[in-house]
């Protein structure tokens, strides 16, 4: 059960930027770092962003994180077809004592 | 270059056990904190359960808790899942993730590449 909630899908030409938003409450994303991770086809997910806006190394600069309040996004500018994939945020519940989830967002490279 | 790789899924009848182990190489085992999180088939990502370095602390999904047991060996540098009264909805590819140096919450930077487990008469 997500407990912080993404759009289902997203989508943009090659070169556009892209963002997509993650909804939480006051016990997790108001409370918590945020994390983003980026599932390919196939494939485990990726850590894409860390302590809201933090990229670890080897991650483009095309992917930015941010968050205000119970509401966490990310950002993919200069859209690559490499970047259709499935994305979710993450952050920790000190209400559940627990990691939650988005349901997260596909991204489309049309 | 870190690795973790996880073995032990299978096919299994509703009600029944399995455990799952993560094998992890790469970095130094006992200094971070460990997670499983699944995936079911077409489904999202839904966190598990996480033990810290020294198994002083473990969390588990409310889905989960009660049923399932998180535990590691530092000596070996595995990471272990046993997973009790198995209902379908257990059904799902299981990561095993490695967490943050010392404790949790932090992210979880490296995945491996998952074990199947199919909960099913």
């Known amino acids: 059960q997500s407990v912080l909630t993404q759009p289902p899908s997203a989508s943009g030409t090659p070169g556009q930027r892209v963002t997509m938003s993650c909804s939480g409450s006051s016990s997790n994303i108001g409370s918590n770092y945020v994390y983003w991770y980026q599932q390919l086809p196939g494939t485990a997910p990726k850590l894409l962003i860390y302590r809201n806006n933090q990229r670890p190394s080897g991650v483009p600069d095309r992917f930015s994180g941010s968050k205000s309040g119970t509401s966490a996004s990310l950002a993919i500018s200069g859209l690559r077809s490499e970047d259709e994939a499935d994305y979710y945020c993450a952050a920790w519940d000190d209400s559940l004592s627990g990691y939650v989830f988005g349901t997260g967002t596909k991204v489309t490279v049309l | 270059e870190v690795q973790l790789v996880e073995s032990g899924g299978g096919l299994v009848k509703p009600g029944g056990s399995l455990r799952l182990s993560c094998e992890a190489s790469?970095?130094?085992?006992?200094?971070?904190?460990m997670n499983w999180v699944r995936q079911a088939p077409g489904k999202g990502l839904e966190w598990v359960s996480s033990i810290t370095s020294s198994s002083t602390f473990i969390y588990f999904a409310d889905s989960v808790k009660g049923r399932f047991t998180i535990s590691r060996d530092n000596a070996k540098n595995s990471l272990y899942l046993q997973m009790n009264s198995l209902r379908v909805e257990d059904t799902a590819v299981y990561y095993c993730a490695r967490g943050q140096f010392g404790g949790v919450p932090g992210p979880f930077d490296s995945w491996g590449q998952g074990t199947l487990v199919t909960v099913s008469s």
């Open positions: 790469g970095f130094i085992f006992s200094d971070y904190s």
